[in-house]
């Protein structure tokens, strides 16, 4: 069996594992104010500029979308993402369970413009202002939930909107790594805290056994996140568990590296699916694809690799998802190209 | 100055008004547990044929969806509401700052249809189980925000759809008089209770000081309800006053009087309207109007009347909104249509 | 019958209930943002001595505390209150419902005092930071739920120490009138603004249909409010209904004539109840009595007059409530008193 | 340096490491749905003798506590807990976060009695029904967190208590492999089943990296548990983590092994405290002591050993907590024995 269902179906990398085994029977002090934790953030403020950001590592993506979310706005503050967002959808209501609603907007490829936040923005605060919730954060992904990267002129121009209406900008980074590294991608890491309130750099699909890391540089949105984090049940008690990844992760970019072999090995399927004549459901440089096949490929498929069905197109063809990670290898490339 | 801005710029009307003055200085229990709530309770029951639902008397709309969408959902359950819906847009976020998602389908008309229901029902329940809120109860309100109303045969295949997919039917009935008096109506009261779990029987908008009904119909939804109202702050001290209101209200069934008298005027405005050949936004039968409106010819009705901007159309015209009531006059209506 | 079961179970004074029906048939603007509500809020500031105060009319006790601490308090802070303060017991969680939590501490007749404060507030900040919550609002009620009241120099200290410990000082004032005209008190209107940074003027236990006053006086906690009302279902539709009231309880300060007509009932009653021997629950200068009668004398006066059961004593004997309004007469009075 | 600050300090015995280490590449279904999973749930249904319990993996104690709390209870229905209780005090507020009142109860050496259960109950319900929170689930945990541990009588009285108030029992066993093997217990893992409607098998304090399993054995509490999971940022991607760890902890009776470890050097300690004439705060039989030393002792200690604060006691004694864990070692204890 080859795997292509997601990018967290294995452990972790061997250097984050190696890591882990090393330090295994050191005693630190607990919930993330020990010396790796410490370190880690030091390296994340090197790596991305910003060295008087707020760092926090928390274990999983929901969790930490809605700890930031909670800290940030007040009860009557709304998120605004694009209707394929994955707070919008994917984490059953975790948003809305701590009382903000998520507005939501049509997407262009996965990706929120300008003038659709514009819009959704003045429709909400044009009249009968306070019977309507006041947006205040946007919510983006990159690379987004259909695997499309934002560009540098496009996040700039949402950051700067944002400033304009008052919001702030939130960046859930899951699959950053694979952004960041992708064709035609031209964002560097330093770029994010300028244009970014915050923004989070994944490890669980990026070669961690989990977590992820919080980098809030708007200093308004910092005091006493540490509350917020305990309350939301994401402060692990071995917190150096998370310290000790990340530090893994970030030494030599090792973190880059993954998101750039998963990409490299995605980009040799969608060339192989394109030369094969299939039709894709979105365009992604990164290690999502998104193929429409015919059902009885799927049903042939099925025998020999793992993947998610995504969505029906018409009665003979369905859109499934194939992903790669830092552990797929190119022979499992190399077989579902044959099988396709 | 004539006033179309809304249903609830007036106090009570006089019957109303009369029988809180008349029993102003008896002493009584408080919290609705008084015989005035309790009489009211039965001439619900009476007139809706409903001998066994719950009857609760709360002080206003906003309240009463909140504190029912509290009481009858699970924590990842979701209300289903068309984009229009009075919960997915004007109540500030109220549902979600409970915890609940409200999912938003487009609307028709104002109006939700079986078929848009089934839609995001298996959306949400096809794959990715337990990701995704589990939508659980349907929000419609009749009248619509837009004015229109269901068809006994529309509200029937909603009821059934949501048997079919085990969710609850809440009817928000805000302007419920309004509606269930309007041209092309063929709903009767005694209808509801088969056909929603719960729907409420709006008083402030139908010439009560404040007020709203709650009537819940299915048994599974009753328990310790009353909690629910106290934590919400939605069980009003002196609670008799919400019983005094609605017996004058449903003695001789003054709330179809009254709706029908709205409904009257806002015909012969929307008859007038189409008579000098302006355009509609929605196309009501009930107590509020959608016209468009010559920029100007706006300017200048505002110097006599009052009335509600709704949305921009093209660079000449806008939609506004007219609002007839119960203490609306027909002299009110001619003003108007020789100002047109 | 004769009414000691509490104040609030009559209608409204004569003179609240005539503006009622005198400004009935006039149509303003809803939600507030009407001339009636302006001018009591201008009667408020004056009063109170507090001209840049924001001023907002709700219409019940439980929503208005828990509609204020909502927006005055991050998700991690929490309110500290006497073990028998309002909102730790009688609201049904109400705060708790919106996220916070309200950390008691044992009362002295019903009152807080500073050192019970520090105590709380350094177990909660000393050590494990972060894992506990974060004391932030002090509430108070002034009458207590026990009847008793604050002097200035108390007052004075709590706000103090609210200060020191950067918390705020929120005073319930749901029987405030009964409080200020109380013998003993020492505490001008136009005090509270100094010390608390929100206070509430209670109007429905004080001879209205309904209505509370919440005075904000620290402008930190101004911002966006009225998003926080509406959410919370606290927005009254027809919201002149609270500036007409308001308006005709303040007029010639007819708000401490009520409560000072009560609070002389009340002293009646008490003297009568310690000349004849009776013990006393708790020591009340204003309109709430807490006698301990035997359990026979209680049964007997079941048959004539309505009163609440407090706590059970011992075999013999329970604590009782008998509560004068500004409705109760000598008469009943004289009635009681000789059936006791 | 020696380490006696908690019981979380290091990794993860090298048994459930290897674990990880063994099955890192392997590639599973997500969020709990692998084989890995199964396996533990089958283990813990095998040995707590309860195969039809629903059986839960998480990543932290405090994320468990409000997991289970939110899905159990409805909005106005309240937990009950000793004032030393963990969610009490310890978790920054996380259950009332999610809107539920935790009521508080003086402990007994941290315990929790059936008549301290029944009179709250019955001040909550005796009268001013559904103006007070109704109480619905007792909060225990074994060991407590002053280190005592229930006997099979009084979880058994406590069982019995919560079933005639119908009330559900809760058991936080972040501590229970140490509590079923102190001196004096009693209680067997197959007793818990009977005797609670939930319970907590703790990991994180007992060898694993990270993780809790909670086991649901009442039925009623079972539907749609992983909606919540998934909200509350409980469902980990990698979910298999916590199943390979909880087979190694449970396989030949690890969990009670390193628990029985941890005792009996706890044991040595006190001990040699008692001999040395030195008071203890608590009595515990289980890994957490709490002597009072002198504050010298105390500042001369904290050179050579880790531990925590608890609480002053006079002006020349506090009270700290040594805590020993499966990883603690004989020489430390010598070390600390001879230090003290």
Redesign the interface.
């Known amino acids: 069996?080859y795997?292509f269902?997601?990018d967290?179906?294995?452990?972790?990398h061997?250097r984050v594992?190696d890591a882990?085994?090393r330090?295994?029977?050191?005693?630190?002090?607990?919930y993330g104010e020990d010396e790796y934790c410490q370190a880690a953030a030091s390296m994340v403020k090197a790596r991305f500029q910003c060295p008087d950001a707020d760092i926090h590592f928390l274990?999983?993506?929901?969790?930490?979308n809605?700890?930031a979310i909670?800290?940030f706005l007040?009860?009557?503050e709304?998120a605004v993402a694009v209707d394929t967002g994955h707070i919008a959808?994917?984490?059953?209501?975790?948003v809305?369970?701590?009382?903000?609603?998520?507005i939501t907007v049509p997407h262009e490829e996965g990706k929120m413009t300008p003038s659709a936040l514009r819009k959704v923005y003045e429709e909400h605060t044009c009249?009968?202002w306070?019977?309507?919730?006041?947006p205040k954060l946007l919510y983006l992904s990159d690379s987004t939930e259909l695997g499309t990267i934002y560009t540098k002129e496009e996040l700039k121009a949402l950051s700067e909107t944002c400033r304009e209406l008052n919001m702030y900008l939130y960046l859930d980074g899951a699959r950053l790594a694979s952004a960041l590294t992708a064709p035609g991608n031209d964002i560097a890491p330093e770029d994010l805290p300028g244009y970014c309130d915050a923004f989070t750099i994944g490890g669980?699909?990026n070669g961690l056994?989990?977590g992820e890391c919080l980098v809030i540089t708007n200093p308004a949105l910092t005091e006493?996140f540490?509350?917020?984090?305990?309350?939301?049940?994401?402060?692990?008690?071995?917190g150096r568990?998370l310290g000790v990844q990340f530090s893994a992760l970030l030494e030599e970019d090792l973190w880059l590296q993954l998101g750039r072999h998963a990409n490299r090995l995605a980009q040799r399927l969608t060339q192989g699916l394109v030369e094969k004549g299939y039709a894709l459901y979105a365009h992604s440089p990164t290690n999502q694809l998104f193929p429409i096949l015919p059902k009885e490929k799927i049903e042939e498929l099925k025998r020999s690799f793992?993947f998610e069905?995504i969505a029906p197109v018409d009665e003979s063809y369905d859109a499934v998802r194939f992903v790669t990670a830092w552990?797929s290898t190119d022979e499992a490339v190399d077989a579902l190209l044959e099988a396709l």
């Open positions: 069996m795997h269902r997601n967290y179906s294995q452990g972790a061997p594992l882990l085994v330090t295994n029977l050191e005693s630190t002090a607990g274990v999983g993506g929901t969790q930490t809605f700890t909670t800290a007040r009860p009557w709304a959808v994917h984490e059953t209501g975790a809305e369970a701590r009382g903000h609603k998520v009249c009968n306070n019977h309507l919730v006041l669980t699909k056994l989990f006493n540490r509350f917020c984090l305990k309350q939301c049940g994401a402060m692990l008690a071995k568990l793992t069905f552990g």
